[in-house]
T-cell receptor, first 113, second 113 residues
Protein backbone atom coordinates (compact mmCIF):
# COMPACT_ATOMS: atom_id res chain seq x y z
CA UNK A 1 0.00 0.00 0.00
CA UNK A 2 1.37 3.38 -0.98
CA UNK A 3 1.17 5.99 1.76
CA UNK A 4 1.80 9.71 1.59
CA UNK A 5 2.59 11.50 4.82
CA UNK A 6 2.30 15.26 4.94
CA UNK A 7 3.88 17.57 7.48
CA UNK A 8 3.05 19.60 9.29
CA UNK A 9 -0.56 18.61 9.89
CA UNK A 10 -1.53 22.12 10.97
CA UNK A 11 0.08 25.46 10.37
CA UNK A 12 -1.08 28.84 11.61
CA UNK A 13 0.94 31.82 10.44
CA UNK A 14 0.62 35.53 9.92
CA UNK A 15 0.29 37.28 6.61
CA UNK A 16 3.65 37.84 4.97
CA UNK A 17 5.40 34.81 6.44
CA UNK A 18 6.92 32.02 4.35
CA UNK A 19 6.13 28.34 4.83
CA UNK A 20 6.92 24.91 3.44
CA UNK A 21 4.70 21.84 3.39
CA UNK A 22 6.22 18.40 2.89
CA UNK A 23 4.81 15.27 1.30
CA UNK A 24 6.82 12.08 1.89
CA UNK A 25 6.53 8.43 0.96
CA UNK A 26 8.62 5.30 0.88
CA UNK A 27 7.12 4.52 -2.53
CA UNK A 28 8.05 5.90 -5.92
CA UNK A 29 5.37 7.81 -7.77
CA UNK A 30 5.27 8.44 -11.49
CA UNK A 31 3.78 11.89 -10.91
CA UNK A 32 2.54 13.96 -8.04
CA UNK A 33 -0.25 16.49 -7.80
CA UNK A 34 -1.02 19.23 -5.29
CA UNK A 35 -4.55 20.33 -4.48
CA UNK A 36 -6.04 23.02 -2.24
CA UNK A 37 -9.42 22.58 -0.61
CA UNK A 38 -11.40 25.42 0.94
CA UNK A 39 -14.25 24.89 3.41
CA UNK A 40 -17.44 23.66 1.78
CA UNK A 41 -15.75 22.92 -1.53
CA UNK A 42 -13.94 20.09 -3.25
CA UNK A 43 -10.15 20.10 -3.78
CA UNK A 44 -8.84 22.18 -6.68
CA UNK A 45 -5.78 21.06 -8.63
CA UNK A 46 -2.83 23.45 -8.29
CA UNK A 47 -0.04 21.66 -10.15
CA UNK A 48 1.26 18.32 -11.44
CA UNK A 49 4.96 17.46 -11.27
CA UNK A 50 6.23 14.51 -13.26
CA UNK A 51 10.03 14.52 -13.45
CA UNK A 52 12.39 13.82 -10.54
CA UNK A 53 13.96 17.11 -9.43
CA UNK A 54 11.34 19.18 -11.22
CA UNK A 55 10.51 22.63 -9.83
CA UNK A 56 7.34 24.47 -10.83
CA UNK A 57 6.33 27.97 -9.81
CA UNK A 58 2.80 29.29 -9.62
CA UNK A 59 2.99 32.95 -8.57
CA UNK A 60 4.02 32.78 -4.88
CA UNK A 61 3.85 28.97 -4.74
CA UNK A 62 6.87 26.79 -5.58
CA UNK A 63 6.49 23.04 -5.98
CA UNK A 64 9.34 20.57 -6.07
CA UNK A 65 9.40 16.85 -6.86
CA UNK A 66 12.20 14.92 -5.20
CA UNK A 67 14.97 13.42 -7.31
CA UNK A 68 13.87 9.90 -6.38
CA UNK A 69 10.18 10.77 -6.95
CA UNK A 70 9.29 9.71 -3.41
CA UNK A 71 8.70 13.15 -1.95
CA UNK A 72 7.56 16.65 -2.79
CA UNK A 73 7.37 20.05 -1.19
CA UNK A 74 5.24 23.14 -1.51
CA UNK A 75 6.75 26.48 -0.54
CA UNK A 76 4.60 29.59 -0.18
CA UNK A 77 6.27 32.98 -0.13
CA UNK A 78 4.64 35.91 1.66
CA UNK A 79 1.48 34.02 2.59
CA UNK A 80 -1.86 35.78 2.28
CA UNK A 81 -5.23 35.06 3.95
CA UNK A 82 -6.45 33.76 0.60
CA UNK A 83 -3.92 30.92 0.90
CA UNK A 84 -5.90 29.49 3.83
CA UNK A 85 -7.12 25.98 3.20
CA UNK A 86 -6.33 22.28 3.26
CA UNK A 87 -3.37 21.34 1.06
CA UNK A 88 -3.30 17.80 -0.28
CA UNK A 89 -0.66 15.98 -2.27
CA UNK A 90 -1.64 13.01 -4.41
CA UNK A 91 0.59 10.47 -6.08
CA UNK A 92 -0.03 8.41 -9.19
CA UNK A 93 1.53 4.96 -9.14
CA UNK A 94 2.03 3.86 -12.68
CA UNK A 95 3.61 5.96 -15.41
CA UNK A 96 1.57 6.66 -18.50
CA UNK A 97 -1.66 5.22 -17.20
CA UNK A 98 -4.68 6.68 -15.49
CA UNK A 99 -3.91 4.89 -12.26
CA UNK A 100 -5.81 5.73 -9.12
CA UNK A 101 -4.36 8.44 -6.94
CA UNK A 102 -3.15 8.06 -3.38
CA UNK A 103 -3.86 11.20 -1.39
CA UNK A 104 -1.70 12.49 1.41
CA UNK A 105 -2.85 13.08 4.97
CA UNK A 106 -3.28 16.83 4.37
CA UNK A 107 -1.88 20.06 5.81
CA UNK A 108 -4.34 22.59 7.14
CA UNK A 109 -3.02 26.13 6.71
CA UNK A 110 -4.45 29.22 8.33
CA UNK A 111 -3.09 32.64 7.44
CA UNK A 112 -4.19 35.52 9.63
CA UNK A 113 -3.85 39.27 9.20
CA UNK B 1 -17.43 25.01 -19.03
CA UNK B 2 -19.65 23.95 -16.15
CA UNK B 3 -17.90 22.19 -13.31
CA UNK B 4 -18.69 18.91 -11.61
CA UNK B 5 -22.06 18.97 -9.88
CA UNK B 6 -23.20 16.76 -7.04
CA UNK B 7 -26.64 16.27 -5.57
CA UNK B 8 -27.78 16.48 -2.92
CA UNK B 9 -25.32 18.71 -1.07
CA UNK B 10 -26.49 17.60 2.36
CA UNK B 11 -28.19 14.44 3.54
CA UNK B 12 -29.23 13.09 6.92
CA UNK B 13 -30.04 9.40 7.25
CA UNK B 14 -30.42 6.90 10.07
CA UNK B 15 -28.53 3.66 10.59
CA UNK B 16 -29.68 0.82 8.39
CA UNK B 17 -31.04 3.03 5.63
CA UNK B 18 -29.54 3.28 2.18
CA UNK B 19 -28.56 6.35 0.22
CA UNK B 20 -27.89 7.27 -3.41
CA UNK B 21 -25.66 10.17 -4.38
CA UNK B 22 -25.45 11.65 -7.84
CA UNK B 23 -22.62 13.22 -9.83
CA UNK B 24 -22.55 14.97 -13.20
CA UNK B 25 -19.01 15.29 -14.63
CA UNK B 26 -17.52 18.08 -16.67
CA UNK B 27 -18.71 17.84 -20.27
CA UNK B 28 -16.34 15.62 -22.22
CA UNK B 29 -14.93 13.84 -19.17
CA UNK B 30 -15.69 10.15 -19.28
CA UNK B 31 -14.04 9.13 -16.02
CA UNK B 32 -15.79 9.62 -12.69
CA UNK B 33 -14.15 8.77 -9.37
CA UNK B 34 -15.67 8.78 -5.91
CA UNK B 35 -13.86 9.59 -2.67
CA UNK B 36 -14.77 9.57 1.00
CA UNK B 37 -13.32 12.34 3.16
CA UNK B 38 -13.35 12.19 6.97
CA UNK B 39 -11.30 14.07 9.57
CA UNK B 40 -9.70 10.86 10.81
CA UNK B 41 -8.95 9.03 7.56
CA UNK B 42 -8.52 11.90 5.15
CA UNK B 43 -9.40 11.48 1.50
CA UNK B 44 -9.87 7.86 0.51
CA UNK B 45 -10.55 6.48 -2.95
CA UNK B 46 -13.76 4.48 -3.36
CA UNK B 47 -13.93 3.60 -7.05
CA UNK B 48 -13.61 4.89 -10.58
CA UNK B 49 -15.91 4.43 -13.53
CA UNK B 50 -14.97 4.93 -17.16
CA UNK B 51 -17.24 4.17 -20.10
CA UNK B 52 -19.82 2.66 -17.75
CA UNK B 53 -17.31 0.13 -16.34
CA UNK B 54 -15.64 0.12 -12.95
CA UNK B 55 -11.91 0.46 -13.64
CA UNK B 56 -10.38 0.86 -10.18
CA UNK B 57 -11.62 0.08 -6.70
CA UNK B 58 -10.50 1.10 -3.22
CA UNK B 59 -10.67 -0.86 0.02
CA UNK B 60 -14.29 -0.36 1.00
CA UNK B 61 -16.92 -2.99 1.85
CA UNK B 62 -19.45 -4.18 -0.69
CA UNK B 63 -22.08 -1.89 0.86
CA UNK B 64 -20.52 0.83 -1.27
CA UNK B 65 -21.38 0.50 -4.92
CA UNK B 66 -21.66 2.69 -7.94
CA UNK B 67 -22.60 2.88 -11.55
CA UNK B 68 -22.12 5.10 -14.54
CA UNK B 69 -24.60 5.89 -17.26
CA UNK B 70 -24.02 6.33 -20.98
CA UNK B 71 -23.94 10.13 -20.57
CA UNK B 72 -21.08 9.69 -18.03
CA UNK B 73 -23.22 10.73 -15.08
CA UNK B 74 -22.57 8.55 -12.07
CA UNK B 75 -24.36 7.44 -8.93
CA UNK B 76 -22.97 6.03 -5.74
CA UNK B 77 -25.03 3.89 -3.39
CA UNK B 78 -24.40 2.99 0.23
CA UNK B 79 -26.61 0.32 1.74
CA UNK B 80 -27.20 -0.52 5.40
CA UNK B 81 -25.72 2.75 6.60
CA UNK B 82 -23.47 2.79 9.66
CA UNK B 83 -22.54 5.71 11.89
CA UNK B 84 -19.02 5.54 10.52
CA UNK B 85 -20.28 6.29 7.02
CA UNK B 86 -20.81 9.92 8.02
CA UNK B 87 -18.47 11.81 5.74
CA UNK B 88 -18.06 14.18 2.84
CA UNK B 89 -18.44 12.21 -0.38
CA UNK B 90 -16.59 13.77 -3.27
CA UNK B 91 -16.98 13.04 -6.91
CA UNK B 92 -14.25 13.92 -9.39
CA UNK B 93 -14.18 13.76 -13.15
CA UNK B 94 -11.22 13.40 -15.42
CA UNK B 95 -10.44 12.96 -19.09
CA UNK B 96 -8.28 10.10 -17.85
CA UNK B 97 -4.99 11.31 -19.24
CA UNK B 98 -1.63 9.98 -18.17
CA UNK B 99 -1.66 11.85 -14.87
CA UNK B 100 -5.37 11.37 -14.11
CA UNK B 101 -5.80 14.93 -12.86
CA UNK B 102 -9.04 15.17 -10.93
CA UNK B 103 -11.67 17.90 -11.08
CA UNK B 104 -13.77 17.72 -7.95
CA UNK B 105 -17.34 18.63 -7.22
CA UNK B 106 -18.36 20.36 -3.99
CA UNK B 107 -19.29 17.09 -2.32
CA UNK B 108 -22.28 15.64 -0.52
CA UNK B 109 -22.18 15.87 3.27
CA UNK B 110 -23.77 12.68 4.63
CA UNK B 111 -24.69 12.46 8.30
CA UNK B 112 -25.81 9.10 9.68
CA UNK B 113 -27.71 9.23 12.98
Amino acid sequence: TQLLEQSPQFLSIQEGENLTVYCNSSSVFSSLQWYRQEPGEGPVLLVTVVTGGEVKKLKRLTFQFGDARKDSSLHITAAQPGDTGLYLCAGAGVAGTASKLTFGTGTRLQVTL
Amino acid sequence: KAGVTQTPRYLIKTRGQQVTLSCSPISGHRSVSWYQQTPGQGLQFLFEYFSETQRNKGNFPGRFSGRQFSNSRSEMNVSTLELGDSALYLCASSWRGAYNEQFFGPGTRLTVL
